[in-house]
């Protein structure tokens, strides 16, 4: 048995629920639709309640299991049944468990049993392309896996999708942009296996086009035209849709990266990734006391955004403030942010240096443009802050000038004083910053980690910048 | 009379030649012209001794005479005898005046009489387009502007003379790459005065072709593909030639703007700049001192270098040097020359700071190319300058690094230690640089005024960094 058949083997072995496990989630799943449908025919609503999801097609983790329970309703039942007394009827059904209401394009229910995340979610009974809702598609999804995966593949399917979570690029949700279940499940019918996936992913390149049901069969150029997209995945069940759409370039890239990697130096590690291990706040400190650059970071406190909502807001957020700091000179090193999904979120950026030489050179316009140049030489005029010029060099004009804002902070400060959507913060998240934020520099950055659970983590991983399974070459 | 009219005419009074200087500089020229012919008589060489240049044309200024005098040989004389005795004809025909042996194409003789510069120069008597060398051209310019110039224009010529000398856009030499003194004559005939040229001047554009004497009528694509420069004047009297090839685009901008400016405040000063006025060190320095940018400056000793060779070597290694400090991470604001064209020159760097953050991030490959991606990883693998990373951004690596060189003077040092050839600096300048210069910075480079006359002037225009007749709007 060659190493990466070892690896593989002792990965599937921790990975595949046992029979108990099975059992126990499946009663859990059984007992929750029985009582749904009960309900339902109390109500005299015809609805086809259905388990859907990695349970439905045999492909969850050991210990990771999520119950997605479908009610498929007929394309006559009014909407707002199903947002309003469909809801309360899956309350009914899942009395006693913890409960939280979720939006996707209607809302849902998710609940907690014993750990185990229960979804119930209704969508409409339609023929394929003639969707009323994001979700109809689903139950063709969960036909097209089962239908196709054999004891086998379900393992080559559990082993993709640990190996995406280890190296994070598992999750669909705004926060990862990375593969859906189903995205991990079609890869691997397509390429035949775990491993196949891998070697095909070491050779991608961007823009590939993968169609596994041949919908553009020798007109593969219309699918790039079409989507428009760094990785085109036909789905199988719906030509219109790319199934990879919510993958960005990073993580992409960082799978093709992981895939090479992997096959170069199989290990548990990157299915398993080893904790940071323990890292103390003096450690951290020094750690970024002799680093030589310059750390900021904006701790907001936030309310009533759910997760997919608050990433694009902090994604944004982010390359926006990112953009207007390297406008005014600044050489943005890194940009990322952190959440707890729950109330913090943190900002964070490193630079270069956050004290820039008090002299830039603005530059002015072609000396053939008659008006800007008055225009230019007016705005120049004995100014204070003009240092030298104006002077020509090629055919345009130049000046030196007192740099505005010398100071990274101070500059932030300033922009970010009343929400800073002028500076390019996403709307809800301007309304946050507007009520308050906590600007922090360098080591007092360290000080975070004392209220929020996880910061420290994320910084010691900040810090060090580089994949935990990426292997250091001699 | 306008303000326009009342400067012109009171700078023309200035610069036109009166009958006394006139005499006195047409006798010498004529004393010089009939030893010559004697002297070729006498070697039994035929040669038509001719007056060339602006004395001939009558487009001379006051206090700034140039004798131009031309030996016209038949194309069978051969070009050895040019190199060799001609020369000595030529010496012993102003025995008496110093005498400089100067090198265009083939050598020609320059001596001084009494401050009159006296240039002796061989050329070859050809039909227009069968140019021998590059001076055969000269008779033929002469006879051109000759007949097409009236006492009026004479007047219009010199006006745009000295203008084009008091605004530093005068001369071909590649010092300064600007307007020959046969341009603006074409320049002044095409367009039918001073005042016209520069009314047409400030609508120029890049690319602008003028074709006085309508070679290209009705074809100016064809001369705009076949000389590709940002300025393009046909030479009437040989469509093969631009006759303004020697202007840089710097040059052109600069007269675009400095004609503009005269025409909205006509006043002396663009004819007559004034004087610095005197700067005293103790304020150069304090200028440097409170100015908060970088300045560098590399004092080289240099002897056997004709002026534009010497500004050759000089503008290429300014380029080069700047964009090696560039391609380092340091911010060049400007970058300059200067010389006394006989043994100092001094090469003036400004920079937003001399002094570099200690991190840079570092671009490497996109994840797509594996090998790429394997030799990046093997590079930053474990070097103690590794910083943080790799990590992924967009489909690329980054590291984040310690800087090579955080310090520019050290930089410069190193780089130039050797002569600096493979940093870009020419080949001539190199090897006086190899023997040795001087590195100063900020304050220390006013200490070069106390050695090199004329440097003092150079750096305090070098700070003030704009034209002194720009005028400063409100």
């Not at 896996?145 to 598992?170: A, C, N, P, Q």
């Amino acid at each position: 048995m060659t190493t990466l058949e070892a690896v593989c083997s002792k990965v599937l072995e921790r990975i595949t629920p046992g029979e108990e496990e099975r059992e126990r989630v499946l009663s859990l799943a059984q007992d929750i639709m029985g009582r749904l449908r009960a309900l339902l025919a109390e109500e005299g609503v015809w609805g086809e309640v259905r388990l859907e999801g990695s349970l439905a097609k045999d492909t969850w983790l050991s210990g990771e299991a999520d119950v997605d329970i479908f009610v498929r309703f007929k394309p006559d039942v009014p909407r707002r049944f199903l947002r309003t007394r469909f809801l309360e009827l899956a309350r009914e059904a899942t009395e006693g468990l913890k409960q939280v209401e979720r939006f996707a394009e209607h809302p849902y229910l998710e609940c907690y049993a014993d750990g185990i995340r229960v979804n119930i979610v209704p969508c409409y009974a339609v023929r394929p392309g003639e969707w009323l809702s994001a979700t109809d598609r689903t139950p063709y999804h969960t036909e097209y896996v089962k239908s196709r995966l054999d004891e086998r593949l379900k393992g080559e399917v559990r082993l993709l999708k640990k190996f995406m979570k280890g190296i994070g690029t598992y999750g669909a949700e705004l926060r990862v942009g990375g593969f859906s279940g189903y995205l991990c499940e079609v890869l691997a019918i397509h390429y035949g296996g775990f491993v196949e996936v891998l070697r095909a992913a070491s050779r991608w390149r961007r823009g590939i086009v993968l169609d596994p049901a041949g919908h553009y069969a020798g007109q593969e150029r219309e699918a790039t035209e079409l989507f428009r997209h760094h990785l085109i995945v036909i789905d199988p069940v719906d030509p219109g849709r790319n199934a990879a759409a919510s993958v960005s370039l990073e993580k992409m890239a960082l799978f093709v990266l992981a895939a090479r990697e992997f096959l170069r130096a199989p290990s548990e590690t990157f299915f398993f990734p080893e904790e940071p291990g323990p890292t103390s706040q003096e450690k951290l400190r020094a750690g970024i006391r002799s680093r030589g650059t310059s750390i900021l970071a904006i701790h907001v406190r936030f309310s009533d955004m759910v997760p997919d909502i608050l990433w694009g807001q902090l994604w944004r957020t982010t390359r926006a403030l990112s953009n207007m700091l390297k406008n005014e000179g600044f050489r943005v090193l890194r940009a990322t942010a952190w959440s707890d999904e729950i109330s913090n979120c943190v900002l964070m950026f490193e630079l270069e240096t956050a004290h820039l030489p008090p002299v830039e050179k603005h530059v002015g316009p072609p000396v053939w443009l008659e008006e800007h140049v008055e225009r230019f030489l007016r705005k120049n005029a004995g100014k204070p802050d003009l240092v030298c010029g104006p002077f020509i060099e090629g055919d345009r004009l130049y000046v030196l000038k007192r740099r505005r804002w010398a100071d990274a902070a101070e500059l932030l400060r300033e922009r970010l004083k009343n929400g800073g959507e002028d500076a390019g913060v996403a709307r809800l998240l301007a309304k946050h910053i507007a009520e308050g934020f906590t600007l922090l520099l360098d080591e007092e950055v360290v000080r975070l980690s004392e209220g929020l659970k996880g910061f420290e983590e994320f910084l010691a991983d900040f810090l060090l910048g580089r994949p935990r399974w990426l292997a250091r070459r001699s």
